[in-house]
């Protein structure tokens, strides 16, 4: 089975710019997170997303969106981007009643 | 979630066994404590969660103190793959569809000395 993916692996943006992340789950998996990762620190958690609604929100401001598709699938959107967005940009998918989230390998995102 | 407390780094010899100690002094009495680690480059990768009792999968084994206030990550034979930052991060038992992430601290860089 093919693992969480996520497109593009890297990019760059200017800031004040928008950017789209995508995320594919594993196959059967209807639960996806998103976090954000600086270097040198933890991943810290954004969205929640469970059968398309979102479920659960970290301390991240409006600019950062996100929403999930019927194929639960899932794009992270961040608007007017900041030179502090820079960061890996992690998704991670699970199953209703399991114990583990499987991370995909994420998304540097680049503000210059 | 309570917090949690780990070195900051730690160096073991392959071969040997790797015990990665945190302390989660604020622990509640439904908090699990859970295990990941973050090979470079790589989204983080669980390894083990736990109540009260020892654990053990093929990965990894734990084991939380008595009065659960800290708890050690045992890799039994490490190698040089092993090498990767480790978090152990305590919460209400995380299940699939669940509201709320993981809550990620600075965690441990354990390096495996060839």
């Known amino acids: 089975d093919a693992g969480v993916t996520q497109s593009p692996t890297h990019l760059i943006k200017t800031r004040g710019q928008q950017v789209t992340l995508r995320c594919s789950p594993i196959?059967?998996?209807?639960?996806v997170s998103w976090y954000q990762q600086v270097l040198g620190q933890g991943p810290q958690f954004i969205f929640q997303?469970?059968?398309?609604?979102?479920?659960g929100r970290g301390n991240f401001p409006d600019r950062f969106s996100a929403r999930q598709f019927p194929n639960y699938s899932s794009e992270l959107n961040v608007n007017a981007l900041l030179l502090g967005d820079s960061a890996l940009y992690l998704c991670?998918?699970?199953?209703?009643?399991?114990?583990?989230?499987?991370f995909g390998s994420g998304t540097r995102l680049t503000v210059v | 979630d309570a917090k949690t407390t780990q070195p900051t780094s730690m160096d073991c010899a392959e071969g040997r066994a790797a015990n990665l100690p945190c302390n989660h002094s604020?622990?509640?009495?439904?908090?699990?404590v859970y295990w990941y680690r973050q090979i470079h480059s790589q989204g983080p990768q669980y390894i083990i969660h736990?109540?009260?009792n020892n654990e053990t999968n093929e990965m990894a084994s734990l084991i939380i103190t008595e009065d659960r206030k800290s708890s050690t990550l045992i890799l039994p034979h490490a190698t040089l793959r092993d090498t990767a930052v480790y978090y152990c991060?305590?919460?209400?038992?995380?299940?699939?569809?669940?509201?709320?992430?993981?809550?990620f601290g600075k965690g441990t860089h354990l390096i495996i000395q060839p």
């Open positions: 604020t622990i509640s009495g439904n908090e699990y």
């Open positions: 991670a998918s699970s199953r209703q009643g399991a114990r583990g989230y499987t």
């Open positions: 991060i305590v919460r209400v038992e995380l299940v699939g569809g669940g509201a709320d992430g993981l809550t």
């Open positions: 736990g109540l009260k």
């Open positions: 196959s059967g998996h209807k639960s």
């Open positions: 997303y469970y059968e398309k609604e979102e479920r």
